[in-house]
Every structure is written in C-alpha cells, then in structure tokens.
C-alpha cells in the first residue's frame, strides 16, 4: 500500500543552520506530496505541496522538491530560526479520501 | 472563515465516564476526518466522512469509540466508557470535495483528552 518514510526525530540545530528532513514514498500512480507543519499546542497547517514530478514546493524559506525518480519529497530551508521549531509531517495523496502521513519529525532550534 | 472548531480544547475525566468532542468543519467542506495524535503511535486516522457519510472507520480502535456527522457542519466523537489509554490529542479535519481539486486537509486546534 501507499507509505510515506521520514527521518526520525529529534533534529537539534542552531540558528541559522541549514535543515534537511529526509522523506521518501511509496504509491501506486502519480501522488501529491505534501509538508505540514505543528507549532506547539497547534493542529497541522500546510507547510508547502507539490502535485507533479520535478515541482518545487515553497513557503517561508522552505523548499522541497519532487522527485519521482529517488520517490522523494526532502524539506530543505537554508537558515533556520527558533520559531522554525516543530513537527514537520511529509505526506503524500493518490486521488483517494484520504492523506497519509509520515511519523513526523520534530525539530529543535536553538538561539 | 474561522477554520475548523473543535471543543472543548481539554478535556479531563475518570475512568469509565463517557466523553464526547465536537468538530464544526470549514463551511464548504465535503470531507470530515477524525485522527488521534499520541507520542507512541504518532497520527492515526480513526474515521473520515463524505458528505455527512462515514466512508471509512477502520481506523477506529475499538467498539468504545463511535462518530457522527448528523449535518454538513457538525460531527462528534464519543468514547464510552473512557479508558486511561485513550488519553491523546484528538484533531478534526475537513478538506473541499474533488471537483473543487483542493487536496489539502485543514486541521482543527485539537482536543487534549486525559482519563485518570
């Protein structure tokens, strides 16, 4: 069945380094993929999607790339700030009723 | 829009008594999913709804557990009885219909539930 893989959590980093979440899929067809975001206390919120191979997806500094040949979505964002920490959930979407997601990874961003 | 409402926003119990937690979804919305968040199983999706009509409730973990969507603007979750382990955060979803080619879910603030 369809599954999304990402790499597990914790990720601590200073600020201003560079982040890098790994997410791969498996899925039959040609799936959305998708990044949310969990501020603290918060439901999920999307981060930033892409819906064909070779899209980028961007918003607030984050970028991810869709790539169908290594079936990946990693969420980059080039220098990280302490209200970047979070959980960010990669998820993926087949044309079915429903959105699978990923365990989650929590990032820590320290000052 | 106020995006989607769920209340109460913590909920603390005994075991053994019923709880019940309510969703109004975006205004629009053709789906309603219902998920439970905990640090040991992470996300899970426990029913989602189309149209007022559960599709699918094989996330549902145990015959205490039950959901309704009487209208397009209203659904509840209900526990009964309440056990320790159902202590999570329950979150409430609604994505637009197909024809609109929306995927994006939108999530609500969630429900923190403790059973003692």
């Known amino acids: 069945g369809d599954s999304v893989t990402q790499m597990e959590g914790p990720v601590t980093l200073s600020e201003e380094a560079f982040l890098t979440i790994n997410c791969t899929y498996t899925?039959?067809?040609?799936?959305?993929l998708f990044w949310y975001v969990q501020y603290p206390g918060e439901g999920l919120q999307l981060l930033l999607k892409a819906t064909k191979a070779d899209d980028k997806g961007s918003n607030k500094g984050f970028e991810a790339t869709y790539r169908k040949e290594t079936t990946s979505f990693h969420l980059e964002k080039g220098s990280v700030q302490v209200s970047d920490s979070a959980v960010y959930f990669c998820?993926?979407?087949?044309?079915?009723?429903?959105?699978?997601f990923g365990a989650g990874t929590r990032l820590f961003v320290k000052a | 829009d106020a995006g989607v409402i769920q209340s109460p926003r913590h909920e603390v119990t005994e075991m053994g008594q019923e709880v019940t937690l309510r969703c109004k979804p975006i205004s629009g919305h053709d789906y309603l999913f219902w998920y439970r968040q905990t640090m040991m199983r992470g996300l899970e999706l426990l029913i989602y709804?189309?149209?007022?009509?559960?599709?699918?409730d094989s996330g549902m973990p145990e015959d205490r557990f039950s959901a309704k969507m009487p209208n397009a603007s209203f659904s509840t979750l209900k526990i009964q009885p309440s056990e320790p382990r159902d202590s999570a955060v329950y979150f409430c979803a609604s994505r637009p219909g197909l024809v609109s080619h929306s995927e994006t879910q939108y999530f609500g603030p969630g429900t923190r539930l403790l059973v003692l």
């Open positions: 899925a039959t067809g040609y799936p959305s």
């Open positions: 709804f189309n149209n007022n009509v559960p599709i699918d």
């Open positions: 998820a993926l979407y087949t044309g079915g009723f429903k959105t699978i």
